[in-house]
């Protein structure tokens, strides 16, 4: 049974921190691990997204972290902004068609 | 382009009624999904399509169906609406293989009553 564990659940920082969320999985065909990002009203967009070949990712303020080993990898999101306030959920899928396996969500509220 | 775009956007139904989300884009993807997103949950996929003339189910298909008769549509049926199908349903699609990203549209809430 394919099983994605994200934490936290909720997320409060002031701006400028570092929030950090997590995605455990259990499935090794994994090979695509994104984060993607809800805001209220809206669908979920792709934020950034890695492949088990590397370890680290970084687009603009957003950083993926990946442990192939630990099978686990996590979002950092750098000088967090209250436009950041959104729902994050992990998403990873194997190759093929590309089913998302979605987390729980994370709910990240960043204040002025 | 307007990317994806669902219709309708909110709808009530009562028990045991039916009814067609819409789902259309015009990017050209050969690959569309179904999604429900129940509250404060993750998504779950319902059906996909890899292409025109074929569907196959997901994690959770019971009380759904799909056809894929167009490249551009991807409706879901609900037949003999249920409580338990009040939900959030995204649509969305991917161009293929070798291209990872999958684009959502605004989404249909349903409430079933």
């Known amino acids: 049974q394919q099983q994605v564990k994200q934490s936290p659940q909720s997320l409060i920082v002031q701006k400028g921190g570092i929030p950090i969320i997590n995605c455990a999985y259990e499935?090794?065909?994994?090979?695509?691990f994104p984060w993607y990002q809800q805001f209220p009203g809206k669908g979920p967009a792709l934020l950034i997204a890695?492949?088990?070949?590397?370890s680290e990712k970084k687009e603009g303020r957003f950083t993926i972290s990946f442990n192939k080993s630990a099978k686990q990898f996590s979002l950092h999101i750098m000088d967090s902004q209250p436009g950041d306030s959104a729902t994050y959920f992990c998403a990873p899928a194997g190759s093929g068609y590309n089913k998302l396996i979605f987390g729980a969500g994370t709910r990240l509220a960043v204040h002025p | 382009n307007a990317g994806v775009t669902q219709t309708p956007k909110f709808r009530i139904l009562k028990i045991g009624q039916s009814m067609t989300l819409q789902c259309a884009q015009d990017?050209?993807?050969?690959?569309m999904y179904w999604y429900r997103q129940d509250p404060g949950m993750g998504l779950k996929l319902i059906y996909y399509?890899?292409?025109?003339?074929?569907?196959d189910k997901g994690e959770v298909p019971n009380g759904y169906n799909v056809s894929r008769s167009t490249t551009e549509d991807f409706p879901l049926r609900l037949e003999l609406a249920a409580p338990s199908q009040t939900s959030v349903y995204f649509c969305a699609s991917r161009l293929g293989q070798g291209s990872y990203e999958q684009y959502f549209g605004p989404g249909t809430r349903l409430t079933v009553t």
């Open positions: 499935n090794t065909a994994f090979d695509y």
């Open positions: 990017m050209n993807h050969n690959y």
């Open positions: 399509s890899v292409g025109a003339g074929i569907t």
């Open positions: 890695i492949r088990p070949d590397v």
